[in-house]
């Protein structure tokens, strides 16, 4: 039986947090054994906003190391560069055609980043969800595994999809396929530290807020003993008056791997004197392979150029395939 397809990317935008890690990556880890999976970096994404040229292959290089050394496997799993496969930005243009532009005036993520950077709004902003619809319907992926704030990309992308179909395409024929988000419960929406109900995120100022995969111990003690917490002894899940409580439980109880029970019955006397160094401890030591791995990667470049050169050639396949596909249904002149 051939397997589900998988695909998944993240933006080279500087480094990946603990949001990033549990929401997305681990998630991919833990279940690539069982899909077809392709993981891509998105590059062309990390330019809808306003970007330095100097780290952009830097970057996208990072993130490709720590795909690996998060423990993506490449018996299972295709790894390559978004801009390095042409069929992305052609398809985009071909699904800008048949997006309607209020879909994507409404998309939160436009609106909220569009307010951030005031009078520069690229198009590339708005455009953002149709490249990313691209991005999964070149690769007929039957699963999408994102964090909850993707949600609406993805349904913009299954309305897509059923237009395109409509239009293009018949029962039986079908020109794309339907994906279906895959967002997992726990970890899809890591809260900031400074702020238990703001998400973590790459973007926010305050490098307080978040963990990266990449900070050094003294880095994770320092940034968990400043984090924001209450006056209460005694730590619970669930209770809505304490976000941070929830969100500081939820990170040890994913990374030390036990129960929300376990880990509930353990922390109910605690106070957070006690609770930070058990915390910092654990984050540090799930993060120490995943350092150790991703430094033994970048000093090995030409593995990376490997495993990416690869991964294009993969990719491409797939791509060229379903790109063309889309031609034919348009009816464009075949060259
Ligand atoms: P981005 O950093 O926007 O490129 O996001 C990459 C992946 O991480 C996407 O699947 C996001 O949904 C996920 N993600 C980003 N921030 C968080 C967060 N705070 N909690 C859970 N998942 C997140
Ligand atoms: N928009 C996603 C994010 O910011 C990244 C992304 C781009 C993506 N293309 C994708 C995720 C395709 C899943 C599938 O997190």
């Not at 042409?86 to 997006?99: D, M, P, Q």
């Not at 319907?137 to 992308?157: F, I, M, R, S, W």
């Amino acid at each position: 039986m051939t397997k589900a397809r998988i695909l998944s990317g993240v933006q080279p935008t500087g480094n990946l947090h603990l949001g990033n890690y549990l929401g997305a990556i681990k998630n991919w880890v833990d279940f690539q054994r069982d899909f077809e999976n392709f993981f891509c970096v998105v590059d062309l994404h990390a330019i809808t906003v306003p970007h330095d040229p100097q780290v952009l292959a830097h970057d996208t290089r990072t993130i490709a190391a720590l795909y690996l050394a998060c423990g993506i496997d490449l018996q299972y799993s295709t790894i390559f560069v978004q801009s390095h496969i042409c069929a992305h930005s052609e398809l985009a243009w071909l699904l800008n055609c048949i997006t309607p532009l209020n879909w994507l005036e409404r998309m939160i993520q436009y609106k909220e980043k569009a307010i951030k950077q005031g009078d520069n709004v690229s198009v590339g902003l708005l455009d953002y969800p149709v490249l990313m619809a691209a991005d999964i319907l070149l690769y007929d992926a039957d699963k999408v595994p994102v964090g909850e704030d993707q949600k609406q990309h993805l349904e913009l992308t299954r309305d897509l999809v059923i237009r395109t179909n409509d239009r293009f395409g018949s029962p039986e024929k079908p020109i794309f396929k339907m994906p279906e988000p895959l967002i997992l419960k726990e970890g899809a929406r890591v809260m900031s530290l400074s702020d238990g109900t703001a998400k973590m995120s790459k973007s926010d100022p305050s490098e307080m807020s978040r963990i990266n995969l990449l900070d050094p111990p003294d880095v994770i003690a320092k940034k968990i003993k400043k984090t924001k917490t209450d006056p209460i002894k005694g730590l619970t899940f669930d209770d809505p008056t304490r976000p941070e409580c929830h969100n500081l439980l939820t990170l040890y109880r994913l990374l030390s791997k036990q129960s929300k029970e376990s880990v509930a019955r353990e922390c109910e006397n605690m106070g957070w004197g006690q609770f930070k160094p058990l915390l910092s401890e654990t984050v540090v030591s799930s993060l120490a392979p995943i350092q150790q791995r991703y430094q033994e990667l970048m000093s090995e470049p030409t593995y990376l150029q490997d495993v990416l050169s690869q991964g294009k050639d993969k990719a491409t396949a797939v791509a060229d395939r379903t790109l063309a596909r889309v031609q034919d249904a348009l009816g464009f002149l075949r060259p």
